[in-house]
DNA sequence: GTCTATAGGGAGATAGAC
DNA sequence: GTCTATCTCCCTATAGAC
């Protein structure tokens, strides 16, 4: 399945908004403004503006700001971990599999869904408690996808480290990618981002 | 130097405040609420009352909210240079130097000054240009002594990945440490975390 | 150097018309 | 489903007394 094929799918199972919709497009803007300026210094009137309603209207939509937020990050990862297992099954050997899912990740983090996957990083803390809660449920499914493959990895004797401290740092790592990856400035495609981090694992580029 | 020698000289050079004046404690106090609630839900009234006074009095010692924020940065970026600087001399080889630097990072993300490093990595975005750029030029030299070391192991062969590639990862990496490590409940030492990055880079501990 | 009091501005959210 | 109008609250920062 193609990625856009597997956001149909989801679309159509009402997990994630339709982003032509008036829901879907004001998430993706809220995804953006929230990237660029924070949580907290994006007030409704931005979130309003960006999709053409004044701030009132929002309120027809989504019951408080904090629900915006909270609907940004739980189609992200709804979104994420359907693209993971995609990206998976596509291949074989399980340093295959984690250079799918590391790839995976790095386009997820600096392409499309990129702002989204950054709201999920840097403003958890704005979200409630209970929220948080709620959205660390899907994150598990998701994190297990990671964990099998490092621990193949470790079992073959090819990861020197351990596999759940492994993937706490890769986490780390991509996610910050988002600060200072620019591939449209040429230098390192996604691909190549790839290899340096396999690399940086210990596991050399096969040309 | 011992780590408190270090702090005392920065203080005597007036490049960092004591911690045991009116300022310092309220940065201390500053960056433990910034790390906890986010720059922004930290009001000045917070930031008084822990210190024990009223909001309109914290005006007589900085100008604006934000000048607190750069303050936190700047001086916990020269104590940190300082300490990375200190740490490096006492290695020899280009892979302790950076087990080093991996171990004194790690200790300053997740020790005393852990909540001020959490507050540079997380609320960047929340100082102005202006500012950012001023905190840019102290960060370069700390970068230097990094890039230095991973160039050598580059020139050693021990190192697959570009150096600054591998510095960015591991900028993400080690502060992501502070979501998710806590020491205080058992299982993994500083130590124990450092071998685990030196091994995930390819690095063997050695007992 | 700290207090009290308050100015001045925006913030999130609501109500009811269309 | 969007508009206008507005409520209420709380934020940063200032002023002047002590």
Redesign the interface.
């Known amino acids: 399945m193609s990625q856009n094929q597997i956001l149909q799918s989801l679309i159509a199972e009402n997990l994630v908004s339709d982003p032509k919709g008036a829901r879907g497009r004001l998430l993706k803007e809220a995804a953006r403004l929230f990237r660029e ?2 949580y ?2 994006t007030t409704v009137r931005d979130l309003a503006a960006a999709v053409g309603i004044q701030s009132g209207s929002l309120f027809h939509h989504f019951r408080t700001k904090e629900e915006i937020l909270k609907a940004v990050m739980v189609e992200t990862i709804r979104l994420n971990t359907a693209l993971m297992q995609a990206a998976m099954e596509a291949a074989e050997t399980p340093k295959d599999k984690l250079r799918a899912l590391v790839r995976a990740e790095l386009e997820s983090i600096n392409g499309q869904t990129g702002e989204a996957m950054a709201v999920l990083v ?1 403003e958890w ?2 979200l409630s408690a209970d929220s948080q809660a709620d959205v660390l449920e899907l994150r598990d499914i998701y994190e297990a996808l990671w964990l099998d493959v490092l621990g193949a990895l470790r079992d073959q004797g090819r ?4 596999p759940f ?2 993937r ?10 988002v600060t ?1 990856y620019r591939p449209e400035r040429g230098g ?1 495609t996604l691909d190549g ?1 790839t290899d ?2 396999m ?4 596991f ?1 580029a096969t040309p």
Not at 159 to 162: C, N, Y
Not at 168 to 175: E, P
Not at 199 to 202: I, V
Request: hydrophobic share 55%; glycine share 10%.
């Open positions: 300026k924070g907290e210094r840097f803390r704005s990861l020197l480290a351990e401290v492994v706490r740092m890769l986490t780390g790592a991509l996610s910050w990618t200072w390192l981002l340096q981090v690399a940086m694992l210990g050399p």
